[in-house]
């Protein structure tokens, strides 16, 4: 199966997003070199750099959100890669973007299968599928409804 543009922006979101966690390098400057040495193309750099974007402006927010649905693992002791799928695919799933939730958590668990360890896949599905059935509650940047 080929990879769509999404998916290999999402690699490369991911990619940014671990080497920045990891060391002293921006995700932006990840981003930009990641983007060169693979050739993306303009379309998937930048949907990943939307999704970079989305992930620095509100990573408080999404790790509050992580933490709530694992809350026996602590967010900044998670594997690097696991806490960075959880992130992209969560800012995916509140923000109102237009892909589907079951496409997200699908290629969350891709990524994790691709990248993570044995368990990385299972983690990522659950504490996905737990966000998602309390998904109502926690749309992003979405003003208090007034009156009802």
């Given at each position: 199966?080929?990879?769509?543009?999404?998916?290999?922006?999402?690699?490369?979101?991911?990619?940014?997003?671990?080497?920045?966690?990891?060391?002293?390098?921006?995700?932006?400057?990840?981003?930009?070199?990641?983007?060169?040495?693979?050739?993306?193309?303009?379309?998937?750099?930048?949907?990943?750099?939307?999704?970079?974007?989305?992930?620095?402006?509100?990573?408080?927010?999404?790790?509050?959100?992580?933490?709530?649905?694992?809350?026996?693992?602590?967010?900044?002791?998670?594997?690097?890669?696991?806490?960075?799928?959880?992130?992209l695919a969560?800012?995916?799933?509140?923000?109102?973007?237009?892909?589907?939730?079951?496409?997200?958590?699908?290629?969350?668990?891709?990524?994790?299968?691709?990248?993570?360890?044995?368990?990385?896949?299972?983690?990522?599905?659950?504490?996905?599928?737990?966000?998602?059935?309390k998904r109502?509650?926690?749309?992003?940047?979405?003003?208090?409804?007034?009156?009802?």
């Amino acid at each position: 199966m080929g990879m769509g543009p999404r998916h290999r922006a999402r690699i490369a979101a991911l990619q940014a997003l671990f080497e920045a966690d990891t060391s002293q390098h921006g995700a932006r400057e990840a981003l930009g070199r990641i983007v060169a040495s693979q050739r993306l193309g303009a379309e998937p750099a930048a949907f990943a750099k939307e999704l970079i974007e989305g992930v620095l402006a509100q990573q408080d927010q999404l790790d509050r959100a992580i933490a709530e649905a694992a809350p026996a693992w602590p967010v900044e002791q998670l594997p690097p890669v696991d806490r960075n799928i959880l992130r992209l695919a969560l800012w995916e799933m509140l923000g109102d973007n237009g892909t589907p939730v079951r496409a997200v958590i699908n290629e969350a668990v891709e990524l994790a299968k691709s990248f993570g360890s044995d368990s990385s896949s299972k983690f990522v599905n659950g504490v996905l599928g737990a966000i998602e059935r309390k998904r109502s509650e926690l749309r992003l940047n979405q003003p208090a409804a007034e009156g009802r």
